[in-house]
Protein backbone atom coordinates (compact mmCIF):
# COMPACT_ATOMS: atom_id res chain seq x y z
CA UNK A 1 0.00 0.00 0.00
CA UNK A 2 2.48 2.50 -1.22
CA UNK A 3 3.99 3.43 2.47
CA UNK A 4 0.52 4.10 4.05
CA UNK A 5 -0.45 3.28 7.23
CA UNK A 6 -3.37 4.23 8.84
CA UNK A 7 -3.86 3.68 12.91
CA UNK A 8 -6.12 2.02 14.19
CA UNK A 9 -8.12 -0.03 11.58
CA UNK A 10 -10.44 -0.43 13.86
CA UNK A 11 -12.46 1.51 16.35
CA UNK A 12 -15.95 1.39 18.45
CA UNK A 13 -16.39 4.54 20.44
CA UNK A 14 -19.82 6.00 21.69
CA UNK A 15 -21.51 9.11 20.85
CA UNK A 16 -20.15 12.88 22.08
CA UNK A 17 -16.47 11.31 22.35
CA UNK A 18 -13.66 12.62 20.09
CA UNK A 19 -11.42 10.59 18.16
CA UNK A 20 -8.27 10.69 15.97
CA UNK A 21 -7.43 8.87 13.15
CA UNK A 22 -3.48 8.90 12.05
CA UNK A 23 -2.14 8.41 8.47
CA UNK A 24 1.34 8.31 8.20
CA UNK A 25 3.19 7.78 5.10
CA UNK A 26 7.28 6.85 4.14
CA UNK A 27 7.06 8.41 0.50
CA UNK A 28 7.09 12.36 1.41
CA UNK A 29 4.52 12.88 -0.55
CA UNK A 30 3.52 16.59 -0.04
CA UNK A 31 -0.28 15.95 -0.28
CA UNK A 32 -1.99 13.88 1.63
CA UNK A 33 -6.43 13.54 2.17
CA UNK A 34 -8.69 12.51 4.30
CA UNK A 35 -12.06 10.78 2.61
CA UNK A 36 -14.95 8.97 4.17
CA UNK A 37 -16.30 5.91 2.31
CA UNK A 38 -20.23 5.28 2.54
CA UNK A 39 -22.85 3.30 1.15
CA UNK A 40 -24.09 5.21 -2.43
CA UNK A 41 -22.03 7.96 -1.44
CA UNK A 42 -18.87 6.52 -2.87
CA UNK A 43 -16.30 8.62 -1.70
CA UNK A 44 -16.19 11.95 -0.63
CA UNK A 45 -12.78 14.02 0.54
CA UNK A 46 -13.20 15.66 4.00
CA UNK A 47 -10.09 17.58 4.26
CA UNK A 48 -6.67 17.85 2.98
CA UNK A 49 -3.39 18.84 3.31
CA UNK A 50 -0.81 20.69 0.53
CA UNK A 51 1.97 20.81 2.99
CA UNK A 52 3.01 20.71 6.75
CA UNK A 53 1.06 23.59 8.74
CA UNK A 54 -1.04 23.92 5.08
CA UNK A 55 -4.74 22.35 5.25
CA UNK A 56 -8.00 23.03 3.56
CA UNK A 57 -11.53 21.88 3.91
CA UNK A 58 -13.36 19.24 1.21
CA UNK A 59 -16.99 18.29 0.35
CA UNK A 60 -17.66 17.28 4.01
CA UNK A 61 -15.40 18.67 6.94
CA UNK A 62 -18.17 19.65 9.29
CA UNK A 63 -17.73 18.00 12.44
CA UNK A 64 -13.88 16.84 11.33
CA UNK A 65 -10.67 18.92 11.85
CA UNK A 66 -7.01 18.04 10.83
CA UNK A 67 -3.69 18.50 11.26
CA UNK A 68 -0.04 18.11 10.20
CA UNK A 69 2.66 19.02 11.85
CA UNK A 70 5.04 16.93 9.68
CA UNK A 71 5.08 15.70 6.51
CA UNK A 72 4.66 12.29 7.08
CA UNK A 73 1.90 12.36 9.48
CA UNK A 74 -1.50 13.94 8.53
CA UNK A 75 -4.05 13.44 11.95
CA UNK A 76 -8.11 14.00 11.24
CA UNK A 77 -9.97 14.42 14.22
CA UNK A 78 -13.47 14.04 15.06
CA UNK A 79 -14.63 16.68 17.76
CA UNK A 80 -17.52 14.88 19.32
CA UNK A 81 -17.94 11.87 17.14
CA UNK A 82 -21.63 11.44 15.85
CA UNK A 83 -23.45 8.11 14.86
CA UNK A 84 -23.31 9.70 10.87
CA UNK A 85 -19.69 9.75 11.15
CA UNK A 86 -19.80 5.74 11.46
CA UNK A 87 -17.50 5.02 8.20
CA UNK A 88 -14.77 3.49 6.38
CA UNK A 89 -12.22 6.62 6.83
CA UNK A 90 -9.42 6.75 4.19
CA UNK A 91 -6.62 8.06 3.80
CA UNK A 92 -4.52 9.11 1.09
CA UNK A 93 -1.15 10.60 -0.59
CA UNK A 94 -0.18 12.55 -3.61
CA UNK A 95 2.83 13.94 -5.11
CA UNK A 96 3.08 15.97 -8.35
CA UNK A 97 6.20 16.57 -10.53
CA UNK A 98 6.00 17.96 -14.20
CA UNK A 99 2.75 16.87 -15.93
CA UNK A 100 0.38 17.23 -12.58
CA UNK A 101 -0.82 14.12 -12.53
CA UNK A 102 -2.19 13.85 -8.96
CA UNK A 103 -2.63 10.46 -8.87
CA UNK A 104 -3.04 9.12 -5.36
CA UNK A 105 -2.54 6.26 -3.12
CA UNK A 106 -4.34 4.78 -0.52
CA UNK A 107 -4.10 3.93 3.02
CA UNK A 108 -5.62 0.34 3.84
CA UNK A 109 -8.75 1.89 5.61
CA UNK A 110 -9.60 2.61 9.06
CA UNK A 111 -13.36 1.30 10.06
CA UNK A 112 -15.16 3.45 12.65
CA UNK A 113 -18.37 2.59 14.20
CA UNK A 114 -20.15 5.24 16.42
CA UNK A 115 -22.39 3.93 18.89
CA UNK B 1 -20.81 15.98 -4.95
CA UNK B 2 -19.85 13.87 -7.21
CA UNK B 3 -18.39 14.65 -10.78
CA UNK B 4 -18.20 11.43 -12.36
CA UNK B 5 -20.95 9.08 -12.63
CA UNK B 6 -20.08 5.25 -13.23
CA UNK B 7 -22.34 3.03 -15.62
CA UNK B 8 -23.62 0.39 -14.73
CA UNK B 9 -23.33 0.36 -11.05
CA UNK B 10 -22.69 -3.03 -11.06
CA UNK B 11 -22.15 -5.56 -13.28
CA UNK B 12 -21.60 -9.37 -13.90
CA UNK B 13 -20.06 -11.47 -16.33
CA UNK B 14 -18.51 -14.94 -17.03
CA UNK B 15 -14.46 -15.31 -17.07
CA UNK B 16 -13.10 -14.22 -20.51
CA UNK B 17 -15.69 -12.33 -21.56
CA UNK B 18 -15.03 -8.10 -21.54
CA UNK B 19 -15.75 -5.83 -19.41
CA UNK B 20 -17.00 -2.21 -20.34
CA UNK B 21 -17.79 0.70 -17.09
CA UNK B 22 -18.95 4.11 -18.19
CA UNK B 23 -17.72 7.17 -16.35
CA UNK B 24 -19.48 10.99 -17.41
CA UNK B 25 -18.31 13.81 -15.70
CA UNK B 26 -19.63 17.68 -15.84
CA UNK B 27 -17.26 19.88 -15.93
CA UNK B 28 -13.60 20.83 -17.95
CA UNK B 29 -10.76 18.38 -16.30
CA UNK B 30 -7.04 18.20 -16.59
CA UNK B 31 -7.02 13.85 -16.72
CA UNK B 32 -9.68 11.45 -15.51
CA UNK B 33 -7.56 8.19 -13.72
CA UNK B 34 -9.59 4.96 -12.85
CA UNK B 35 -9.24 3.01 -9.70
CA UNK B 36 -10.23 -0.75 -8.52
CA UNK B 37 -10.77 -1.40 -4.88
CA UNK B 38 -11.02 -5.17 -3.95
CA UNK B 39 -13.42 -5.75 -0.79
CA UNK B 40 -12.19 -4.14 2.31
CA UNK B 41 -9.24 -2.70 0.75
CA UNK B 42 -8.07 1.03 -0.15
CA UNK B 43 -8.38 1.99 -3.59
CA UNK B 44 -5.76 0.97 -6.48
CA UNK B 45 -4.77 3.45 -9.09
CA UNK B 46 -4.67 1.57 -12.52
CA UNK B 47 -4.44 4.12 -14.97
CA UNK B 48 -4.70 8.23 -16.28
CA UNK B 49 -5.50 9.35 -19.20
CA UNK B 50 -4.97 12.81 -19.91
CA UNK B 51 -7.67 15.59 -21.73
CA UNK B 52 -5.79 15.93 -24.46
CA UNK B 53 -5.74 11.99 -25.01
CA UNK B 54 -8.32 9.72 -26.91
CA UNK B 55 -7.37 6.27 -25.91
CA UNK B 56 -4.67 4.58 -23.31
CA UNK B 57 -3.94 1.13 -23.07
CA UNK B 58 -1.90 -0.40 -20.26
CA UNK B 59 -1.95 -4.76 -20.15
CA UNK B 60 -5.62 -6.09 -20.86
CA UNK B 61 -6.89 -2.38 -19.80
CA UNK B 62 -7.70 -0.07 -22.33
CA UNK B 63 -9.58 3.40 -21.38
CA UNK B 64 -11.37 5.94 -23.54
CA UNK B 65 -11.92 9.51 -23.05
CA UNK B 66 -14.28 11.66 -25.40
CA UNK B 67 -13.85 15.09 -23.81
CA UNK B 68 -16.90 16.54 -26.32
CA UNK B 69 -19.38 14.33 -24.80
CA UNK B 70 -17.58 14.51 -21.29
CA UNK B 71 -17.36 10.66 -21.06
CA UNK B 72 -14.46 8.25 -20.65
CA UNK B 73 -14.86 4.17 -20.80
CA UNK B 74 -12.84 1.18 -19.48
CA UNK B 75 -12.58 -1.90 -21.04
CA UNK B 76 -10.96 -4.67 -19.10
CA UNK B 77 -10.33 -7.72 -21.63
CA UNK B 78 -10.55 -11.54 -21.03
CA UNK B 79 -11.98 -11.18 -17.54
CA UNK B 80 -10.47 -13.16 -14.92
CA UNK B 81 -12.26 -13.81 -11.13
CA UNK B 82 -9.75 -11.55 -9.36
CA UNK B 83 -10.91 -8.69 -11.32
CA UNK B 84 -13.79 -8.70 -9.41
CA UNK B 85 -13.87 -5.23 -7.67
CA UNK B 86 -15.49 -2.35 -7.24
CA UNK B 87 -14.35 0.37 -10.17
CA UNK B 88 -14.10 4.14 -9.41
CA UNK B 89 -13.50 6.99 -12.26
CA UNK B 90 -11.77 9.93 -10.93
CA UNK B 91 -11.47 13.46 -12.31
CA UNK B 92 -8.30 16.36 -11.82
CA UNK B 93 -10.18 19.69 -12.42
CA UNK B 94 -8.36 21.94 -14.41
CA UNK B 95 -7.17 24.72 -10.99
CA UNK B 96 -6.65 22.12 -8.20
CA UNK B 97 -5.07 19.00 -6.76
CA UNK B 98 -8.19 17.47 -5.56
CA UNK B 99 -9.68 14.26 -7.20
CA UNK B 100 -13.40 13.87 -7.46
CA UNK B 101 -14.58 10.35 -7.49
CA UNK B 102 -17.57 8.60 -8.66
CA UNK B 103 -19.91 6.03 -6.95
CA UNK B 104 -18.50 3.45 -8.84
CA UNK B 105 -19.55 0.27 -10.46
CA UNK B 106 -19.34 -3.00 -8.88
CA UNK B 107 -17.71 -5.54 -11.27
CA UNK B 108 -18.36 -9.48 -10.38
CA UNK B 109 -16.56 -12.63 -12.75
CA UNK B 110 -17.81 -15.40 -12.05
CA UNK B 111 -15.08 -18.36 -12.78
Known amino acids: DAGITQSPRHKVTETGTPVTLRCHQT?????MYWYRQDPGHGLRLIHY???????DKGEVSDGYSVSRSKTEDFLLTLESATSSQTSVYFC??????????????FGPGTRLTVT | SQQGEEDPQALSIQEGENATMNCSYK?????LQWYRQNSGRGLVHLIL?????REKHSGRLRVTLDTSKKSSSLLITASRAADTASYFC???????????FGKGTLLTVNP
Open chain 1, 92 to 105: AISESVAGASYEQY
Open chain 1, 27 to 31: ENHRY
Open chain 1, 49 to 55: SYGVKDT
Open chain 2, 27 to 31: TSINN
Open chain 2, 49 to 53: IRSNE
Open chain 2, 90 to 100: ATLGGSNYKLT
